[in-house]
């Protein structure tokens, strides 16, 4: 079956510091994998998407980058956090012949 | 360009009472439509998809929602609500090739 995990569940950051947020995904090859952020009563956004290997869209301009450097990797990273970075990290998983989503179990990050 | 418009930041029912989540969408081609729930500091949980197959569609622990597209609504409703019910859905809309567009959210209060 498959599964997908991201860690770490919860990452207290300083302003200023750099960021990586990883998510693997088991049991299923050549996934869409995406990225999305959600802060309070804002919903879910969309941050970046990726369809195969070293394939990143990005959905908004911000602080982060995506790279997917294997073909069930996704990492979300920041050279400099800023306070607004802060939020509930989702990573997710998709198939073309299933239009769902599965989600992994998020990251509270907190920027200080 | 798809969207998803949820009615209602905040829901609360007495247990027992009927559920009744609203969500409208706006698509230009037909529409996949889902309804996932988180509960805090956890991943989205799918409940239910439609897909263009029947137009009521049954989900998991008692939800269910119906597509109508004159409407262009997927309101998700469960007959008799229970305490462990309480936490927050998301509507999302998707369209063939594209990522998923997730409403603002509705968290669902229930009270003994």
């Known amino acids: 079956s498959q599964t997908i995990h991201q860690w770490p569940a919860t990452l207290v950051q300083p302003v200023g510091s750099p960021l990586s947020l990883e998510c693997t995904v088991e049991g299923t090859s050549n996934p869409n994998l995406y990225w999305y952020r959600q802060a309070a009563g804002r919903g879910l956004q969309l941050l970046f998407y990726s369809v195969g290997i070293g394939q990143i869209s990005s959905e908004v301009p911000q602080n982060l980058s995506a790279s997917r450097p294997q073909d069930r990797q996704f990492i979300l990273s920041s050279k400099k956090l800023l306070l607004s970075d802060s939020g509930f990290y989702l990573c997710?998983?998709?198939?073309?012949?299933?239009?769902?989503?599965?989600f992994g179990s998020g990251t509270r990050l907190t920027v200080v | 360009a798809q969207s998803v418009t949820q009615l209602g930041s905040h829901v609360s029912v007495s247990e027992g009472a009927l559920v009744l989540l609203r969500c409208n969408y706006s698509?230009?081609?037909?529409?996949?439509l889902f309804w996932y729930v988180q509960y805090p500091n956890q991943g989205l949980q799918l409940l239910l998809k439609?897909?263009?197959?029947?137009?009521l569609v049954k989900g998991i622990n008692g939800f269910e929602a119906e597509f109508k597209k004159s409407e262009t609504s997927f309101h998700l409703t469960k007959p008799s609500a229970h305490m462990s019910d309480a936490a927050e859905y998301f509507c999302?809309?998707?369209?063939?090739?594209?990522?998923?567009?997730f409403g603002k959210g509705t968290t669902l209060s229930v009270s003994s």
């Open positions: 997710a998983w998709s198939t073309g012949s299933d239009y769902g989503y599965t």
């Open positions: 439609y897909t263009s197959a029947a137009t």
């Open positions: 698509s230009s081609v037909p529409p996949y």
């Open positions: 999302a809309v998707r369209a063939a090739g594209t990522a998923l567009i």
